[in-house]
Every structure is written in C-alpha cells, then in structure tokens.
C-alpha cells in the first residue's frame, strides 16, 4: 500500500507538525480543518461562518486528492458548544446535499485559535 502526504494549495496552512491529509492506498484521512480563511489565516465570526469555512477547507483538501463530497464516508464535527449543533447541522447539509456520510459529533472544552467547530473526514477513491 502507498500513503501519500496531501498539502492543499486552497486550504490554510497546518497549526501544527501535521500534513492536510494522508492517502493511503484509496483511503484518504483528513486532518481537522478549521474555519480559518486560507488567505488571512483567520477565523471568520460566528459559528456559521466557521462551519462553512471549515466544510471549504475541507473541499480543498478532497480535490487536492482528486476526490469530492460524494467520496466522503465518514466525519467527526467537534464543536466548542453543543448549542451550536443545529446551526452547525444547516451548514454541513448544504455540503453533504448529495448524501450525508457517517458522522459523530462532539463537544470540546477548546479548539485551536479559539475556533467554534472543527471538521475532519475520511475518503475513500471510487473505482
């Protein structure tokens, strides 16, 4: 099996030592995406604001992959307030309007940057 590292050109620089994304073999396994701006590298305010940021960094990390929405089976939302769950939800469907993976979804005590909601996934390429 090959693992390949995946750095998107359209995704905010890493916060840490940690790559986008590895593949390995036909499954891709994403990194925690942030709604930080990729420009900028800030958050946008409001949760709604940052999910959608978030949801696309994510979309840049999957194309960086050759891979879309539709490729996605499972993802882990981890929000700083479960309050934040159903503005949360309307974002993410948007998204996932073509069929919604798997999902958990989590409350934390902190994200990184102070962020409201952070979003990782697992991929997988389609033959």
Same mark, same amino acid.
């Given at each position: 099996?090959?693992?390949?590292?995946?750095?998107?050109?359209?995704?905010?620089?890493? @916060?840490?030592?940690?790559?986008?994304?590895?593949?390995?073999? /036909?499954? $891709?396994? *994403?990194? !925690?995406?942030? %709604?930080? /701006? =990729?420009? *900028?590298?800030?958050? =946008?305010?409001? @949760? +709604?604001?940052?999910? +959608?940021? #978030?949801?696309?960094? $994510?979309?840049?990390?999957?194309?960086?992959?050759?891979? /879309? &929405?539709?490729?996605? @089976?499972? *993802? *882990?939302?981890?929000?700083? /307030?479960?309050?934040? &769950? =159903?503005a949360v939800n309307g974002i993410y469907a948007r &998204? &996932?309007?073509? !069929?919604?993976? #798997?999902?958990?979804?989590?409350?934390?005590?902190?994200?990184?940057?102070? %962020?409201?909601?952070?979003?990782?996934?697992?991929?997988?390429?389609? =033959?």
């Amino acid at each position: 099996m090959s693992l390949r590292r995946v750095e998107a050109k359209n995704a905010p620089a890493a @916060v840490g030592p940690y790559c986008h994304a590895v593949l390995a073999g /036909d499954i $891709l396994y *994403t990194s !925690g995406q942030l %709604g930080l /701006d =990729p420009v *900028t590298g800030e958050l =946008p305010e409001g @949760v +709604e604001r940052q999910a +959608e940021q #978030a949801l696309e960094n $994510l979309h840049a990390v999957l194309a960086e992959a050759g891979l /879309d &929405f539709v490729n996605v @089976v499972k *993802t *882990t939302v981890f929000l700083a /307030d479960m309050g934040d &769950f =159903p503005a949360v939800n309307g974002i993410y469907a948007r &998204f &996932f309007a073509e !069929g919604v993976p #798997a999902r958990s979804c989590v409350q934390v005590a902190a994200l990184p940057k102070g %962020g409201l909601v952070e979003i990782e996934a697992v991929a997988v390429k389609l =033959p």
